[in-house]
């Protein structure tokens, strides 16, 4: 197949995902979704880092032995990968959108870059420590070297989503002041992807997105879980920043705020020590002491007892949100669905997840469980006769290069 002849009338959008520890990339068809290239860097383990890449079904790969900075690494992909592929579709790229984690107080809704967007994503880098700075990072570069392909950067916030979050839910029980003169507030996160879910769930069951009532389960290396009701988020589990809410990869979610002064009075601990152990030395990681990959945690879990105390209280937590996420939703669930890494690869997390849920209708078929869909983006896992519990594939590449058109369109 010559997908490059058949894209020859198609307008493309170039997508920069600027995450933690990983950059994902790709260049896609908007009307169907078809990806021309895709890819995502690695970092593997200390100073070895590794890029996968796929044109038009072929697969590269480029190993690095050496260390690279986060900005070597964006440079290295726009250079040696995006800007080496065919001028034709290069020519056809209509804009180039960059998933930013936070847009705090001040950016509230996808926009076109220009100076001021770019000093507000790094002002709010403090919001999103792990994702902000290297969002920030990924634009300048982009605008250094692909000015040639498109001059229209567009920033679309994984905060957005969450905007209709009410006011009971995203206040926080600390003096008001806080809220009014410093905006801190529960922000959400991957609202990128929820907002993606919520639109593909409408799809499949085949119900307006105004009277959706759903429960969306975001699992990767970070997780979230966003309550949907009437088709818009009214309750996330992350917060100020992405460090609140379920076990992550190396991030603890939930904790008493006591236990920093805990850590700051008693072990003393300084800020800078306490926020790297919260958010890269903590979550799975922390817990079984060996790995941040939940694969490695699942794969141990019956013979290693601190990769089964991870996934334990990682399956814990995100069942009481779920339980909690349903007395939301006015007496009817529409659909409780799993996304991410983990959420769409891990039969087994999703089994101890639903396990506890009987009680508020979910029941998992768990040999539907366990096979996984080849021939579509999407599975169904529940048991005939009960609550849909789906598999979505996350697609966040998708409903931002839709972002893209959306902005140009109205310029
Ligand atoms: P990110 O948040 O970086 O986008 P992903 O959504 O790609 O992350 O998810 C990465 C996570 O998914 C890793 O923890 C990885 O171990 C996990 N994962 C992938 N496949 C499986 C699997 N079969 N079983 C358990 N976990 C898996």
């Excluded at 072990?267 to 030395?281: A, E, P, Y």
Aim: hydrophobic share 35%.
């Amino acid at each position: 197949m010559n997908l490059e002849n058949d894209n020859m009338s198609k307008k493309f959008v170039l997508v920069l995902n600027c995450g933690s520890s990983s950059i994902k990339f790709s260049i896609l068809n908007v009307e169907d979704g078809i990806k021309y290239l895709y890819g995502s860097s690695y970092m593997l383990y200390t100073n070895n880092f590794k890029i996968k890449w796929n044109i038009c079904g072929t697969q590269y790969t480029k190993q690095f032995n050496k260390e690279m900075s986060y900005s070597d690494m964006i440079d290295y992909i726009l250079k040696d990968i995006l800007l080496k592929v065919s001028s034709t579709i290069l020519r056809k790229i209509i804009g180039i959108g960059h998933r930013v984690v936070h847009g705090g107080d001040e950016l509230k809704n996808s926009v076109i870059v220009d100076q001021y967007v770019i000093n507000c994503i790094k002002k709010l880098s403090y919001l999103a420590p792990l994702h902000n700075y290297n969002s920030y990072l990924g634009i300048k570069h982009s605008i250094r070297l692909l000015s040639d392909i498109s001059s229209k950067n567009i920033a679309v916030f994984d905060t957005a989503f969450h905007q209709t979050i009410p006011e009971e839910a995203y206040l926080y029980a600390i003096p008001y002041e806080f809220y009014t003169k410093h905006k801190i507030r529960r922000y959400g996160a991957h609202g990128i992807s929820h907002n993606y879910i919520t639109y593909e769930t409408s799809k499949i069951l085949n119900k307006s997105i105004n009277s959706l009532n759903i429960i969306s389960c975001h699992l990767g290396n970070g997780s979230s879980i966003a309550a949907i009701k009437n088709g818009k988020c009214i309750d996330t589990s992350m917060g100020f920043t992405p460090l609140e809410g379920l076990v992550m990869g190396t991030r603890s979610g939930d904790l008493d705020p006591s236990i920093i002064f805990f850590m700051n009075r008693q072990l003393q601990f300084g800020m800078d020590k306490i926020s790297n152990i919260l958010n890269k030395k903590s979550g799975l990681l922390g817990l079984n002491e060996k790995s941040s990959d939940c694969r490695y945690a699942v794969n141990n879990y019956s013979t290693d007892n601190a990769s089964k105390r991870s996934i334990d209280v990682f399956c814990y937590k995100l069942s009481k949100y779920i339980g909690s996420y349903a007395t939301l939703m006015d007496n009817r669930l529409d659909a409780l669905i799993f996304t991410g890494g983990i959420g769409e690869n891990s039969y087994f997390v999703r089994q101890l997840t639903v396990k506890n849920l009987s009680c508020i209708g979910l029941y998992l078929d768990e040999r539907l469980n366990s096979l996984k869909s080849i021939t579509s983006n999407f599975y169904y896992i529940n048991q005939v006769n009960t609550i849909p519990i789906i598999v979505i594939q996350a697609n966040e590449d998708l409903a931002i290069a839709k972002e893209v058109v959306t902005l140009i369109n109205k310029i």
